[in-house]
C-alpha cells in the first residue's frame, strides 16, 4: 500500500508544485511617464510625460490623445530659434471643439527647456485645452516666476521629447506663410499630425472630424503675441 501511495505522490507533486508557482495574472502597471507618439506627415516626434509633476496638464493631454483628437489636426505655428505650436486646428485650418480649459501647473519646477513640450494658452493663466507647443531653444522667459499676471504665470511644461527632436527641429525650418486666421508663421507645406497613441495602447479610432467654432479665448490666444516672446494658446 505504502508502495502504490507514494507512486500516486510522485504522479500528482509535480502538478501541484507546478499550480503552486503559477501567479494569478495581473492588470498591466500604468507607467510612471507614460510615453505618446505623434504619428506626423514629417515623422514621428515621441513624448515622455511627467504626471508626477503635471497630474491634471497630462491627463488632459492623454485623454484628448485617446479620443483621436488630434487626428487630422496641424501644426499650425512655427518660428525657428522658439517654439512648433499645435493641437487644436484641422487641415482647413478650422478650429474643433474642445473640453473645458484646465488649472495652470506653471509653477511645477520645470522648465521650457529645449525639446521640453508645455501647455499652450490664451491671456488667461488657466485657459489651456488641447493646444502645445515644443521648446526649440531653452525658452526661460516662458517660466512661472509669479501669480501677478498671465505674463509673470508662465507656461506649463508636462513632457519632454525622448525621440525625434529632429523632426520637430525639420518642421520648425520649414518656410512659413500666413494662411487662414494666421498672419504668418504656418508651415508650407502643412504639416499634419496623421495619429496620436500612447505606447502600449491600441490607437484610438479616429474622432468625428467635423469641426465647430471653438471658445473665443482658445482662438485668439492661438494667433500668438511675439511682441512679449510668449506663446499663446
Partial sequence: MSRILLAAFLLISPLALNAQSTKPATAP???????VVLHTSQGDITMELYPDKSPKSVANFLQYVRDGFYSGTVMHRAILGYLVQGGLYTRDLQPKRTRSAIPSEADNGLSNLRGTVAVARGADPNSGTSQFFFNLVDNRRLDFVGNQS?????????????????????????????????????????????????????????????TQPAAPAADKAAKGDKSHGKSKG
Fill in 150 to 210: 498671465g505674463l509673470t504665470w508662465g507656461y506649463a511644461v508636462f513632457g519632454k521629447v525622448i525621440k525625434g527632436m529632429d523632426v520637430v527641429d525639420k518642421i520648425a525650418g520649414l518656410p512659413t506663410r500666413g494662411l487662414g486666421p494666421f498672419s504668418g508663421d504656418v508651415p508650407n507645406p502643412l504639416v499634419v499630425i496623421d495619429s496620436a497613441n500612447v505606447v502600449g495602447e491600441e490607437a484610438p479610432a479616429a474622432a468625428n472630424s467635423s
Fill in 29 to 35: 502597471v500604468p507607467q510612471a511617464h507614460p510615453q
